[in-house]
């Protein structure tokens, strides 16, 4: 379920991003399938670089500051992949600068936090 919910929130803060910030075009005119395409390279990477605490409500509150910052450079790096990769292949999203890079950046990762501390949280392990 936890998992669930980074996945969603993942596409989620891509949609809200893409919708929030001018600066985040699609470059075709046909945006839902092109925001899919940012949201599954934002998926790949998340899952290669799992910077997300286990239980997030019961994290320290310093632990989710220095996450929250890696994520926020992760989150930026794969905007400006994401808009490589669509100027490469004529399809997908354009970033136009760094500022709106950082910018969506921090979308992604509020929203995936945010839904990260809305429900259950995982069980504590034992030892």
Known sequence: MYKRRRVLGTYLGVAVATVLLSGITPILDSPPWEVVLAG??????NQLIYSYPRAIRSAPPIMLLILG????????????????????????????????????????????????AVGPQPAAETS
């Open 40 to 45: 599954a390279v934002f998926l790949i990477a």
């Open 69 to 116: 910052a890696i994520g926020v450079v992760q989150d930026t790096l794969l905007w400006l992949l994401v808009s490589w990769l669509g100027s490469r292949m004529d399809y997908g999203l354009h970033v136009d600068g760094f500022l709106t890079a950082v910018l969506g950046g921090v979308v992604v990762r509020a929203t995936v936090l945010l839904l990260m």
